[in-house]
C-alpha cells in the first residue's frame, strides 16, 4: 500500500471514532466510509468474498444475539425468584 494510501486510511479512520466518540454520528459515518473505500480500493478482491459471506456473517451475528438474550433472560428470571424467596424468609424469620 502506498504511503498516500495509509495516511488517509489512518486519518480518515481516526477522526471517525474521534467523531463517534464526540456524538457526531454523520460525520463519523462519512469518514469511516472513506477508510473502507481506501481499503476497498486497494485490496478489491477480499471486498468481493467479504460481500459474498455477509449474509452468513449475518446470520451468526443474529443467531449469536438470540442466545444472549436467552440467557439475559434466564438469568432475570433466576434472580427474581431467588429475591422473592429471599424476602419471603426474611418476613417469616
Known amino acids: ?3 498516500w494510501k495509509r495516511a488517509l486510511l489512518a486519518g480518515s479512520a481516526g477522526a471517525s471514532v474521534i467523531l463517534l ?3 457526531k454520528r454523520a460525520a463519523g459515518i ?3 466510509g472513506i477508510s473502507l473505500a481506501t481499503l ?3 485490496y478489491p478482491d477480499e471486498f468481493a468474498d467479504f460481500r459474498e459471506k455477509l449474509p452468513d456473517y449475518v ?3 443474529t443467531h449469536f444475539l438470540d442466545v ?3 440467557v439475559g433472560e434466564r438469568i432475570a428470571e433466576a434472580s ?3 429475591s422473592l424467596a429471599w424476602y419471603e ?3 417469616r424469620g
Open 1 to 3: 500500500m502506498e504511503n
Open 21 to 23: 466518540l464526540k456524538g
Open 30 to 32: 462519512l469518514f469511516g
Open 40 to 42: 476497498a480500493s486497494e
Open 59 to 61: 446470520e451468526r451475528g
Open 68 to 70: 444472549v438474550t436467552r
Open 80 to 82: 427474581e425468584s431467588r
Open 89 to 91: 424468609a426474611l418476613l
